[in-house]
């Protein structure tokens, strides 16, 4: 049984970490390993945060990879012997030492998944923190790492405490996966958590900072850090401080941050508390603002961060008020971005109604329907949303751009679209080229795009819908099998069109000859045409 408050983060102490880093290597911790160990049946669990299958397979069993898997990431005590036959170059004492592993004295209901009575009487060890496997692929090749972070919910069977430091999750991976991985001089990981940002920028950029609020955070994305260093990697500056007061006067070619964006109740003392975590708010993901105002604030003074020809890819959750459009928040944030110069794009993945969204973080939380706080945290949520006359809640992706030096000076352009779906192929690609598009195609009249010659994308396909019997189609998609996996209604002259750019022609001369053939005045042809063009050049269905 885990003790009620989080224990120290583990501490880095290089000697030890390398041992640890050479034994985790030999077990071999590795999500292959994990995968191949477990069976489809206990992974599929583990994913819907049922433990009980994994500890099933591992019961028993007296194996490195067993034993870490037990007391790592499962919540298990397990012998003393164990520990030092499962990490015999950092030992029980070195992992005691470096903070991952506690006395589990007193911890009379903890379960032995790992061959305990293999070593009856000796003195029993738990997990301070979690570490777990982690794996992915990039432009430099293969990822193999370990990330460390607080006891989740499946292994501690109690909520999370406020001060709670998330391991690698959906938003987490989703942040990974959008982010550009070209090279460049500097990063800034806003509200590092754990590290994980951080530590892939380190793969692609000369100089990495991160910054967090929570101390705790630091100290574990310090830990990753050390256990994950690559040669040739950027060395990663940890920052304490909120938002971007720990980079003031500093810009930055990439900006990436998952920030702690939930809304939470909080206009009184009582609906915060009814919404808390069990020492107080969860500072992961509570931004301490009323509503959505921070991810405003944050908005607001980014680009200002932004070097020229500088990014930032962040994830979102807003507010929609009754009878309001589902971006128009996103959009009044963005008016100074613009103002300054700096392209906006927002795209919205997903809405919730407000007590979705309400059951969603609470679940988040650990709190459940069986938890005497639900019924009051559910009544807070939906409060508060109804004092602001809130109709839904919309997730998604906000990314920024300021053009390089050397561009004409002009007013940012605000791009806002909502796409659930998600193709084949890297979607980080797909996001950077659309985004540098913006401002290319800004600075590309119709004549100059008449000029051009644009290619149609490998990944783009004609649908077409008929009535059966008839010739004629009733609906023409031209639909994206990567990026966003966007469908696009086409007519004939639209569809004849994108079918002919292969690049042979430019596309003033392919537009007269399929006006040629349907009979179609070109000037009009040119007027219909050319937006529709610029809209599929930017979507990435053709290429400049």
Do not use: K
Not at 245 to 271: K, M
Not at 358 to 364: F, K, P, Q, V
Request: one cysteine or more.
């Amino acid at each position: 049984m885990q003790t009620d408050a989080l224990d120290a983060p583990p501490r880095v102490i290089p000697p030890l970490v390398s041992a640890l880093r050479a034994d985790l290597l030999a077990a071999p911790f590795t999500i292959a390993a994990t995968e191949d160990l477990y069976g489809p049946l206990a992974v599929a669990a583990l994913r819907r945060e049922n433990p009980v299958p994994a500890r099933r397979v591992l019961r028993g069993r007296t194996d490195p990879l067993a034993v870490l898997l037990s007391v790592l990431t499962l919540g298990a005590a397990v012998p003393r012997p164990l520990i030092d036959a499962a990490l015999p170059s950092l030992g029980a004492e070195g992992a005691l030492e470096l903070g991952i592993l506690v006395p589990a004295a007193g911890d009379g209901e903890a379960h032995a998944d790992a061959g305990a009575d293999a070593a009856d009487g000796e003195p029993l060890l738990r997990a301070a923190i979690d570490l777990s496997p982690y794996s992915a692929q990039d432009d430099a090749g293969e990822i193999a790492w370990w990330i460390a972070s607080d006891l989740s919910e499946l292994a501690t069977g109690r909520p999370l405490r406020g001060e709670h430091v998330l391991g690698v999750g959906g938003a987490s991976l989703t942040l990974a996966r959008i982010t550009p991985r070209d090279e460049v001089g500097s990063v800034l990981d806003l509200g590092c958590g754990g590290g994980i940002q951080a530590l892939h920028a380190a793969r692609h950029a000369r100089r990495v900072v991160a910054t967090d609020l929570s101390e705790r955070a630091l100290a574990v994305a310090a830990f990753n850090a050390a256990l994950n260093a690559e040669e040739g990697a950027a060395p990663i500056e940890l920052r304490h401080g909120s938002l971007l007061e720990p980079v003031a006067g500093e810009t930055f070619d990439l900006v990436v941050s998952n920030p702690p964006f939930v809304i939470t109740p909080r206009d009184t003392a009582l609906a915060h508390d009814r919404t808390a975590g069990a020492e107080g708010s969860w500072t992961y993901r509570d931004g301490g603002r009323a509503g959505d105002t921070l991810l405003a604030e944050l908005l607001g003074a980014l680009p200002s961060h932004l070097a020229p020809g500088g990014r930032a890819v962040m994830l979102g959750n807003w507010e929609v008020p009754t009878g309001e459009a589902t971006d128009a928040h996103p959009r009044a944030w963005l008016d100074p971005a613009l103002a300054d110069g700096v392209d906006a794009w927002v795209i919205l993945r997903e809405t919730e109604d407000p007590a979705q969204y309400a059951e969603t973080w609470g679940r988040d939380g650990g709190v459940t329907e069986r938890d005497p706080r639900w019924q009051d945290m559910q009544e807070a949520w939906l409060d508060d949303f109804a004092a602001r006359g809130v109709e839904g809640l919309g997730f998604g992706y906000l990314l920024l751009r300021r053009p390089e030096h050397g561009s004409a000076p002009r007013p940012g352009i605000l791009r806002s679209e909502e796409a659930t779906g998600t193709g084949s192929g890297t979607l980080s690609s797909h996001l950077s080229t659309s985004l540098t598009m913006i401002d290319v195609l800004a600075g590309i009249d119709d004549d100059a795009l008449a000029a051009s010659r644009p290619v149609r994308a490998a990944d783009v396909v004609e649908r077409r819908h008929l009535t059966p019997g008839a010739w004629d189609p009733t609906l023409i998609e031209l639909v994206q099998g990567a990026g966003l996996a966007r469908a696009v209604r086409a007519d004939q002259l639209l569809a004849a069109t994108v079918g002919a750019l292969d690049g042979t022609l430019t596309l003033g001369q392919t537009v007269s000859a399929v006006c040629a053939l349907t009979d179609t005045d070109p000037d009009q042809a040119r007027e219909t045409l050319f937006p529709q063009i610029r809209e599929l050049v930017t979507t990435g269905m053709l290429s400049l």
